[in-house]
């Protein structure tokens, strides 16, 4: 909060990007190997 007094920035940027993954979770339910779910999760948002 104070970032955003000092130099006029927020944390939007993150914020959207954690609402993608949490989607992206959402939708990819029943996933059980987390190597291939990191692998989809970099080739969609990378």
């Given at each position: 909060?104070?970032?955003?007094f000092t130099n006029r920035s927020t944390n939007a940027s993150a914020e959207s990007f954690?609402?993608?993954?949490?989607?992206f979770r959402a939708t990819?339910?029943?996933v059980r190997d987390v190597k291939f779910f990191l692998f989809r999760l970099s080739k969609i948002y990378a």
């Open positions: 909060m104070l970032n955003f954690n609402a993608k993954v949490k989607a990819s339910r029943g």
